[in-house]
């Protein structure tokens, strides 16, 4: 199951707000860079920053070019932020996915005599840096690179772009081409970012993820995956049903983790244990 995903992985009220709008650029205009790192992580200045963030969403898994349903889909992200420098945030992540019966939204254990186990990765660490945009410097793409994580894989550019007058989204594409233990694994994934630029308060950052490759033991070729989450604050603000399984059987997850000496310990049970 560790081929079937690579997962990668905003609002202002009068209490709360993310890092202020660049003062050079028009009201409804942001240093984007800062307010994705905000958005993303926690990590930040406005009222808005969070020692972690949360990534709760659902979809289903589709077998192609069929379009029947194999699985309904749920889990989460969460995250913390580091500064490192002036321009570069280090991201610590968790994720954790559960495949569901689509008639019955029980937790999937087996699929035609097959077991099926959840998506999950116990850490990852991404370098977020600020890139350039000489038109307009308050547009900056961010550059995402793994630096550690079961996967090392190319990341591209993050951009940044207006949908309308009230809607910035921020574009995460991913193209995968590595050779695993199971042999070469292809796919590719875009994670779309939102944010509400009136900050209605009612419209939290809210994220669109899709996805096309092997799921196995569903689909060896090319099942495709369609995820709509949203962005918490707190362990407790999750679904009970979620919250339930994770404090029984998945207690790692409740938070992200603390930094490098973390997950290299981690790393150094991988490497021990053979598994994840």
Sequence with gaps: ????????????????????????????????????????????????????????????????????????????????????????????????FWFRDPGTNEIMTEYKGKPVKPIKYDWQVFDLKRGENEADPSMTPILPSVLKGPRLVPCMPVIPRFAGKEQMMFQCPLFIDVETHFGRYQAWEFYDYIIDTTFNENRPPSLAWSRQGPN????????????????????????????????????????APDGMEEVEMLEAALQTNGKS
């Excluded at 995903?5 to 009220?13: D, K, R, V």
């Excluded at 200045?45 to 589709?62: F, I, T």
């Design 1 to 96: 199951m560790l081929q079937l995903a690579l997962w990668l992985s905003f609002f202002f009220t009068s209490t709360w707000a993310f890092s202020a709008p660049n003062p050079k650029s028009s009201p409804n205009v942001f240093d984007t860079f800062d307010t994705f790192i905000e958005m993303r992580t926690g990590f930040g200045k406005g009222n808005g920053a969070s020692e972690e963030v949360y990534w709760m969403g659902e979809g289903q898994l589709y077998d192609s070019p069929s379009g029947k349903i194999l699985a309904n889909v749920d889990g989460f992200d969460v995250s913390r932020g580091i500064e490192i420098a002036d321009g570069h945030v280090r991201q610590f992540s968790r994720k954790i």
């Design 216 to 255: 196995p033991p569903f689909n060896a070729d090319s099942g495709v995956m369609h995820f709509m989450g949203h962005r918490l604050t707190s362990f407790e603000d999750l679904p009970e049903h979620i919250q339930k399984v994770v404090n029984e059987d998945y207690p790692l997850f409740q938070s």
